[in-house]
């Protein structure tokens, strides 16, 4: 699955959803094939390479609650009103995102992945910019569903 980030059509939808939406950062996380640990695949717009590194706990961080609620996620203001620790947020403190939007990405009708949009400013995500984002994700899903099953 390593190579997720190097699919032309991913990044192709990650580029054009951060100019649609005019978002700062674009993220892709990945349950691992083998256990529970949730991995960032691919960033657009990221300020380093520290993504790469990243993996979180089932449960913990962005992605690994999103996989495991099944459910999207917004933070307006990091660190403010988070539910946990700062450091359960590694994404946000390595891209310095104040403000995100998180999408699970749902593989046999199980979350196995998440979609994420940040701002590095005080930001809330229009509906129409949460639609934007999930019908992002819905086409990630079918171009993903070779590469995962």
Known sequence: MSELGELDSVKQVCEQLREQISCDFVGLA??????????????????????????????????????????????????????????DYPINLAEKLVSTYAVPLFFNAVPKGVLLVGKREKYVFSEQEQEIVQDSASLLEQLLLGHIL
């Open 30 to 87: 990945m349950q691992n094939e083998a256990g529970p640990d949730v991995r960032w695949h691919y960033a657009s717009g990221n300020l380093n390479d520290k993504y790469k590194r990243i993996t979180v706990r089932f449960g913990k961080g962005i992605a690994g609650k999103i996989i495991s609620s099944g459910s999207s996620m917004m933070i307006e203001e990091f660190p403010n009103n988070i539910t946990g620790k700062v450091t």
